[in-house]
C-alpha cells in the first residue's frame, strides 16, 4: 500500500521556524521525485518545493527561495522540508505528492494555475503562522 505522511505542522509566531517530513512507503522512493505544495482557504494549490530522490536535484518556488530547504533521507525515505522565516502568507495545508518521473517534473513546482496530476498525495499538514 503506497502511503504519503506528511508531518510537523503546527502553530508557530512569524519569523519562526518548521520542519516538515513526508515518510514515504510503499513505492521505489528512488524512481520518484517528492514534491510539497500548500493550500490557503480560499485560494488554489500552489507548489512550494522539490526534489529529486536519485540525484538531488531541488526545485523552489519563488515564494519558498532563500527561506525554505528540502532535503531527503534515502535510507528513511523521507523528504524534509526546512522552513525558516515564515511568515502569516505561509499560513495553508502542506501537502506532499510523489511522481514516478524525472526530475525536470520538479519544475512544475514553479508554475502556476495547473493542475498537478501527481502520482500519489498525503494528508497534508496544517502550518499556521501568527503575526
Known amino acids: 500500500e503506497v502511503q504519503l505522511q506528511a508531518s510537523g505542522g503546527g502553530l508557530v509566531q512569524a519569523g519562526g521556524s518548521l520542519r516538515l517530513s513526508c515518510a514515504a512507503s510503499?513505492?521505489?522512493?528512488?524512481?520518484?521525485?517528492i514534491g510539497w505544495f500548500r493550500q490557503a482557504p480560499g485560494k488554489e494549490r500552489e507548489g512550494v518545493s522539490c526534489?529529486?530522490?536519485?540525484?538531488?536535484?531541488?526545485v523552489y518556488a519563488d515564494s519558498a527561495k532563500g527561506r525554505f530547504t528540502i532535503s531527503s533521507d534515502n535510507a528513511k525515505n523521507t523528504v524534509y522540508l526546512e522552513m525558516n522565516s515564515l511568515k502569516p502568507e505561509d499560513t495553508a495545508v502542506y501537502y506532499c505528492?510523489?511522481?514516478?518521473?524525472?526530475?525536470?517534473?520538479?519544475?512544475?513546482?514553479?508554475?502556476?494555475?495547473?493542475?498537478?496530476?501527481?502520482?500519489?498525495w498525503g494528508e497534508g499538514t496544517l502550518v499556521t503562522v501568527s503575526s
Open positions: 505528492a510523489a511522481d514516478r518521473a524525472f526530475g525536470a517534473r520538479c519544475l512544475q513546482v514553479r508554475a502556476t494555475g495547473v493542475r498537478y496530476d501527481w502520482d500519489y
Open positions: 510503499g513505492f521505489a522512493f528512488d524512481d520518484y521525485v
Open positions: 526534489i529529486s530522490s536519485a540525484d538531488a536535484y531541488t
